[in-house]
């Protein structure tokens, strides 16, 4: 009955990871628990179905699809160069029917979501862009950062969306997040908050 989040960056990490909680599925049937693994900088060709296969959510902290220090020199020495090419592979896992969550890795990086979708988006850098094909759609981020972060907490039914009946939390940004380049809408700004129906933060004018 308890939803397990699982650290896990390396390609083996992930794929044993996945390994527990299918065996934890066979032995105790699939009670939907909304599973999750984050970090996910390496993952197998292999195992990028298999999150949608076990119902894992894969939480990733795009704010890292970067192109520079610690996506290249750190880490490209270091690693086979066909694992390289699969570095924070969320749209893989999109493409295959699973479900991304954003996370920000906060205090080690910005909780500024508005810089990771722009990354997700983007996946820019210093030295160029990070594997171009794995480019995540700004919608796909802003479900990433709504509804299925909530999802990955097993609140789907209290937040993470705006319906009768559950809890008033949403923001009012300076521009149209939709519509606005990539470059723009990583710039938005929030002006005001409303949690549970209550305002908690108000910029001032």
Same mark, same amino acid.
């Given at each position: 009955?308890?939803?397990?989040?699982?650290?896990?960056?390396?390609?083996?990490?992930?794929?044993?990871?996945?390994?527990?909680?299918?065996?934890?599925?066979?032995?105790?049937?699939?009670?939907?628990?909304?599973?999750?693994?984050?970090?996910?900088?390496? /993952?197998?060709?292999?195992? /990028?179905?298999?999150?949608?296969?076990?119902?894992?959510?894969?939480?990733?902290?795009?704010?890292?699809?970067?192109?520079?220090?610690?996506? /290249?020199e750190l880490v490209?020495?270091?690693?086979?160069?066909?694992?390289?090419e699969w570095q924070?592979?969320?749209?893989?896992?999109?493409?295959?029917?699973?479900?991304?969550?954003?996370?920000?890795?906060?205090?080690?990086?910005?909780?500024?979501?508005?810089?990771?979708?722009?990354?997700?988006?983007?996946?820019?850098?210093?030295?160029?862009?990070?594997?171009?094909?794995?480019?995540?759609?700004?919608?796909?981020?802003?479900?990433?950062?709504?509804?299925?972060?909530?999802?990955?907490?097993?609140?789907?039914?209290?937040?993470?969306?705006?319906?009768?009946?559950?809890?008033?939390?949403?923001?009012?940004?300076?521009?149209?997040?939709?519509?606005?380049?990539?470059?723009?809408?990583?710039?938005?700004?929030?002006?005001?908050?409303?949690v549970g129906g209550?305002?908690?933060?108000?910029?001032?004018?």
């Amino acid at each position: 009955g308890m939803i397990v989040h699982v650290h896990a960056i390396g390609d083996q990490a992930v794929t044993e990871a996945l390994n527990g909680i299918a065996a934890a599925r066979k032995a105790n049937g699939n009670s939907g628990l909304p599973h999750t693994i984050t970090h996910l900088q390496l /993952i197998r060709p292999d195992d /990028i179905p298999r999150f949608r296969e076990l119902g894992v959510i894969a939480s990733f902290q795009l704010y890292w699809a970067s192109a520079g220090t610690d996506t /290249i020199e750190l880490v490209k020495p270091h690693i086979d160069p066909a694992l390289y090419e699969w570095q924070y592979p969320a749209r893989s896992v999109l493409d295959t029917g699973g479900m991304i969550a954003g996370a920000s890795d906060w205090p080690v990086s910005t909780a500024n979501v508005f810089l990771a979708i722009y990354q997700a988006e983007t996946r820019k850098g210093p030295a160029g862009v990070l594997d171009a094909s794995q480019r995540v759609p700004r919608e796909a981020m802003l479900y990433a950062y709504t509804l299925h972060a909530a999802r990955a907490m097993g609140e789907q039914d209290r937040f993470g969306s705006l319906a009768p009946g559950k809890q008033a939390d949403f923001a009012l940004l300076d521009r149209d997040v939709l519509t606005a380049t990539a470059e723009e809408a990583r710039d938005t700004k929030v002006l005001w908050t409303v949690v549970g129906g209550r305002t908690v933060y108000g910029a001032k004018p």
